[in-house]
């Protein structure tokens, strides 16, 4: 038996949980409830990520303190959870007494072995508010062009990137004061330090997928730079040890926030486990992190570098999911595909979701779509139409004819072992993560059995007198194939197979006992057990996901976002002329967007990955964030300039730049054109 612990990434805790988190969680429940059937010991905890500037300010404009707001999300945040089964065995918060002593011990140890430096850094300060300013709550007038409203790290509309205090007639987006430069003496986690160690522990077998290991390569091309750990007060976090009014960023304290889970689960539910076995440097228990690709460069340089640096292990494996889109678009809340959680509860049954979402899932870094006719019809037809449809159709004579109770004999020994033997390659889709291939697999089974079924035609046996027994042994195969099906997706539908186990009267329900046929076996009467999607039940959750947005926002939720997005401004064109020897010194390309990222540090920058028709895929920073999520960009077509010189930014050197119209809008050329096309 193995013992594994399991973590999925913590949701902040300041929002409720969506369909694009869900899909996270809902990956790695399948994972945990999978290896746990197969016998494993397997301890599965999260916790609220609970910190940080943004939960300061939200709590102030709701008027209660920010422990009151972060006890009410939590609570809606496992609410949530339940709705849609996800089986944590402890949900905690990084706001804990257990993670604040956890996060001291390794930043003093890390103090301790030379990792941590301290040196001053000049912000911007609002004078008004009595706070530092983050680059996303700066704007001003851009130094380069003179674009106004510009946030405090790139201009939209000539891409320049500089320091927020370079802008020009800066103003914060809190309080409308003008910010003023301020020293203070930031304290620095030496990542450095750590580049050799982490370059060999990314690229150790299995630990992170390749796509990801060579996407960390970029950084390590470019330099690992220290990292600040630090924020000035006023700020919700955990003070830094003989550090006055200087607090841990949220992202120290977050993973930490695995370890004080794990320990508090011990605490109060298994005392008979030791923390040491899981997290000592000598550990040979696994331990795994489910995450979104959007937290990767903390997972796999910040993370692993902090445990090192204080004597701890690091996690087995990242296991890494991309992001969802709704009917191939970023979920929006105009159309009504921004779904919640609790909205979805409302109108869905959410066990269906689990099944459309591990039929789409596999251990790649891919993004996943939410199609809802897709949704509807994959629903209907395999569950209901395909799967439930067995017992269904078997079950009614069990229950009518045959008081309850199966065949004394199996009437088709070897159907039923290829059934059995099935199980094998099944759990080994499961535990590679290879859900997509898991259902295919169960589904050909069903196939199966409904074949089976359509060719004796038990309905049709049963009308005449001679052939009772060839009814009943029939149906009574029906059962034990719907039985082993059940079995195998129990991790994708626990309420179901719950269900089921209470219908088949059985005790036991793990992947084991799949080896068992049922005969001479008594069963309750057959009810319903799962419903089909009604359309207008998908209408009506997508209806209520526009209502229950608009109504939700706050007068003071409608002034940040006034603030998030730049007011459209027409450029003037400028009276200054080119010859056309000039133009056709740019080189423009039609480029593929391979990757598209968020950049640690920049509210306005995404990393895109190109394809430009060369041997190599280019890097390149562009100012998009405001009007684009990295999965709208996945796979898209655009422009760029393929001859600009190489530029070195605080992120990172970018290659070229994207071509944009209006207020960030991309250009992007008809879907035939190829990468490295010539634009003229």
């Keep these: 038996?193995?013992?594994?612990?399991?973590?999925?990434?913590?949701?902040?805790?300041?929002?409720?949980?969506?369909?694009?988190?869900l899909l996270g969680y809902i990956q790695a429940d399948i994972w945990v409830r999978a290896m746990r059937s197969f016998g494993h010991d397997v301890t599965y905890v999260c916790a609220d990520d609970a910190h940080g500037t943004a939960i300061m300010l939200r709590a102030e404009k709701d008027g209660v303190t920010a422990e009151a707001h972060i006890k009410?999300?939590?609570?809606?945040?496992?609410?949530?959870?339940?709705?849609?089964?996800?089986?944590?065995?402890?949900?905690?918060?990084?706001?804990?007494?257990?993670?604040?002593?956890?996060?001291?011990?390794?930043?003093?140890?890390?103090?301790q072995a030379g990792h941590i430096s301290v040196r001053p850094v000049t912000q911007l300060f609002d004078p008004e508010k009595q706070m530092f300013l983050s680059d996303r709550f700066i704007k001003g007038t851009c130094p380069k062009c003179h674009t106004e409203d510009q946030y405090g790290?790139?201009?939209?509309?000539?891409?320049?990137?500089y320091n927020a205090t370079e802008l020009l007639s800066p103003r914060s987006t809190l309080s409308g004061a003008t910010p003023i430069e301020k020293s203070s003496d930031h304290y620095f986690f030496k990542l450095p330090d750590f580049k050799n160690y982490l370059q060999q522990w990314t690229r150790d077998q299995g630990r992170l997928p390749v796509s990801i290991a060579n996407k960390l390569d970029e950084w390590f091309e470019a330099g690992l730079s220290d990292w600040d750990i630090s924020r000035d007060a006023p700020y919700f976090g955990f003070e830094i040890p003989n550090a006055p009014n200087k607090y841990f960023y949220v992202w120290v304290d977050a993973p930490i926030g695995y370890m004080a889970s794990f320990e508090n689960y011990i605490k109060t539910k298994r005392p008979e486990l030791n923390f040491d076995d899981y997290w000592n440097k000598d550990s040979q228990n696994e331990l795994y992190h489910f995450i979104g690709k959007d937290i990767v460069y903390f997972h796999a340089l910040f993370w692993p570098a902090m445990l090192e640096g204080a004597g701890y292990r690091t996690p087995t494996a990242l296991f890494v999911n991309g992001f969802l889109t709704v009917n191939g678009q970023k979920m929006s809340k105009s159309r009504g595909t921004f779904i919640k959680a609790a909205t979805y509860n409302k109108h869905l049954n959410p066990e269906q979701l689990r099944y459309y979402f591990a039929s789409k899932l596999s251990d790649k870094v891919e993004d996943s779509d939410l199609n809802l006719d897709d949704f509807i019809q994959k629903v209907n037809s395999d569950l209901v139409g395909k799967v439930i449809n067995i017992a269904s159709r078997c079950a009614k004579f069990i229950n009518k004819d045959f008081n309850n109770t199966l065949s004394k004999q199996c009437a088709e020994p070897e159907l039923l072992q290829h059934f059995i033997d099935a199980g094998e390659q099944i759990m080994q889709s499961y535990e590679s993560r290879e859900f997509s291939t898991a259902i295919r697999q169960i589904m050909a089974l069903a196939d199966k059995a409904n074949q089976y079924i359509d060719e004796k035609k038990p309905w049709a046996l049963a009308k005449q007198s001679d052939q009772e027994q060839h009814v009943h042994d029939i149906c009574s195969v029906g059962i034990n194939l719907f039985r082993q099906l059940m079995i195998y997706l129990q991790p994708v539908l626990p309420a179901l197979a719950h269900e089921v186990q209470q219908f088949l009267k059985l005790e036991d329900f793990h992947?084991?006992?799949?080896?068992?046929?049922?005969?001479?076996?008594?069963?309750?009467?057959?009810?319903?057990?799962m419903q089909r999607v009604d359309k207008k039940a998908v209408d009506a959750m997508v209806d209520a996901s526009k209502s229950s947005l608009t109504v939700a926002e706050t007068p003071a939720t409608k002034a940040v976002k006034k603030t998030a997005k730049p007011a459209v401004k027409t450029t003037p064109i400028t009276d200054e002329t080119i010859q056309i020897d000039d133009f056709f010194k740019v080189d423009l390309r039609v480029a593929k967007v391979l990757q598209a990222n968020t950049v640690d540090g920049s509210d306005k920058l995404l990393q895109l990955t190109l394809d430009v028709g060369e041997p190599e895929p280019r890097n390149v920073f562009s100012g998009i964030r405001a009007q684009y999520s990295p999965e709208d960009l996945q796979g898209k077509l655009v422009v760029m300039v393929a001859n600009l010189a190489p530029r070195k930014m605080r992120f990172g050197i970018s290659n070229g730049m994207v071509l944009c119209a209006g207020d960030g809008i991309i250009i992007s050329p008809a879907t035939d054109a190829k990468p490295g096309d010539k634009v003229s």
């Design 72 to 111: 009410s999300m939590q609570q809606e945040h496992q609410n949530d959870f339940a709705a849609f089964n996800i089986s944590f065995d402890h949900y905690d918060s990084t706001h804990s007494s257990e993670n604040k002593t956890r996060v001291e011990e390794i930043y003093l140890k890390n103090q």
């Design 153 to 161: 790290d790139a201009c939209e509309s000539c891409g320049t990137t």
């Design 511 to 529: 992947f084991a006992s799949r080896e068992n046929i049922l005969t001479n076996w008594e069963i309750n009467t057959f009810t319903p057990l």
């Design 1 to 21: 038996m193995r013992k594994i612990l399991v973590t999925n990434a913590l949701p902040y805790a300041n929002g409720p949980i969506h369909m694009g988190h």
